[in-house]
């Protein structure tokens, strides 16, 4: 079974910057890769996603902080995230995205943001 492989969360301070990795292993026919994130008892909110042609989106939370980017040969895709805030602390997930096939999701990486 196919499965994604969740690092770079932890913690830093307001104003500071992570980046995230996810690689993808055991699974063909990527369409694209994204992040989302979660706090708990809120619903998932979806913060990038990037094509195999690099085609990138990005939620308006997101967008001038954050940037998403892909290694198509490593099926790997990454979060460079940055001027964290405290209202960016969440559980993120990676996704895969297969259409139309079935997507998968990782496991999720914790990232806080405290002073």
């Known amino acids: 079974q196919g499965q994604l492989m969740e690092s770079g969360g932890g913690l830093v301070q307001p104003g500071g910057s992570l980046r995230l990795s996810c690689a993808a292993s055991?699974?063909?026919?990527?369409?694209?890769m994204g992040w989302y994130r979660q706090v708990l008892g809120k619903q998932r909110e979806h913060i990038a996603t990037?094509?195999?042609?690099?085609?990138?989106t990005y939620s308006d939370s997101v967008k001038g902080r954050f940037t998403i980017s892909g290694d198509n040969a490593k099926n790997t895709v990454y979060l460079q995230m940055n001027r964290l805030e405290p209202e960016d602390t969440a559980v993120y997930y990676c996704?895969?995205?297969?259409?139309?096939?079935?997507?998968?999701w990782g496991q999720g990486t914790q990232v806080t943001v405290s002073s």
């Open positions: 990037i094509t195999g042609g690099k085609e990138t």
């Open positions: 996704k895969v995205v297969r259409y139309p096939l079935k997507d998968y």
């Open positions: 055991g699974i063909p026919s990527i369409s694209a």
